[in-house]
């Protein structure tokens, strides 16, 4: 059994910063990617930035300059480091991990999402 817990949303005024955390455990062998998405209310869930297992990372350019992901091997958890927030940054972010089980099998849990509210 895996489970992933985020933390770290709020409400913040334009300008702000927050740091959203995630952490998975749980029965797996191999962390792979891990992926930050967001949901604005009434729009599809999009992509926000990505880190590979070799620390590669790729942002949206929306946010770019402005984000920064990163991970703690160590801990199994990976962050979203949010610099001069937007308004239309206000969504619900949900936290994506790949992850490798038993070899070969890989599977993508979610976050259960928390809430940044960005106000202007």
């Known amino acids: 059994q895996v489970q992933v817990v985020e933390s770290g949303g709020g409400l913040v005024q334009a300008g702000g910063s927050l740091r959203l955390s995630c952490a998975v455990s749980?029965?797996?062998?191999?962390?792979?990617?891990w992926s930050w998405y967001r949901q604005a209310p009434g729009k599809q869930r999009e992509l926000v930035a990505t880190?590979?297992?070799?620390?590669?990372?790729n942002a949206a350019d929306s946010v770019k300059g402005r984000f920064t992901i990163s991970r703690d091997n160590a801990k199994n958890t990976v962050y979203l480091q949010m610099n001069s927030l937007k308004p239309e940054d206000t969504g619900v972010y949900y936290c994506?991990?790949?992850?490798?089980?038993?070899?070969?099998?890989?599977?993508?849990?979610w976050g259960q999402g928390t809430q940044v509210t960005v106000s202007s």
């Open positions: 994506n991990v790949n992850v490798m089980t038993t070899w070969p099998r890989t599977a993508d849990y």
């Open positions: 880190i590979t297992s070799g620390g590669s990372t």
């Open positions: 749980g029965s797996i062998s191999r962390i792979n990617n």
